[in-house]
């Protein structure tokens, strides 16, 4: 199975931004749609965007569409997620993972993922 890695956390001030990269070792990482998720401190994990085998899909959470952008690039093996416009509530632990190939991923859930990081803090301030 392959093994992720998330990187690029840190605190931010609103309106800031950040990119996160999610990198991955072994040789499936090119051939499964990725996702990122994000748990809040006290609430559930939720989904953020997921992105086909090779980028040419994509889908967000409702809230952040038009501030966030996912991408990837295969000969790297790293995904990534460029955070922009950034608000407080964006404030989360921020997860990728890979999608395990059984169903759409229009309708992404997490129960369709495996192999998941350990995850990077985001914090963004007021």
């Known amino acids: 199975q392959v093994q992720l890695e998330e990187s690029g956390g840190g605190l931010v001030q609103a309106g800031g931004s950040l990119r996160l990269s999610c990198t991955a070792s072994g040789r499936t990482f090119r051939n499964y749609a990725m996702g990122w998720f994000r748990q809040a401190p006290g609430k559930d994990r939720d989904f953020v965007a997921v992105?086909?085998?090779?980028?040419?899909?994509?889908y967000y959470a409702d809230s952040v569409k038009g501030r966030f952008t996912i991408s990837r690039d295969n000969a790297k093996n790293t995904m990534y997620l460029q955070m922009n416009s950034l608000k407080p509530e964006d404030t989360a632990v921020y997860y990728c993972?890979?999608?395990?190939?059984?169903?759409?991923?229009?309708?992404?859930?997490?129960?369709?993922?495996?192999?998941w990081g350990q995850g990077t803090q985001v914090t963004v301030s007021s």
């Open positions: 992105i086909s085998w090779s980028g040419g899909n994509t």
């Open positions: 993972a890979q999608h395990r190939g059984l169903s759409s991923i229009a309708q992404a859930q997490q129960a369709d993922f495996r192999s």
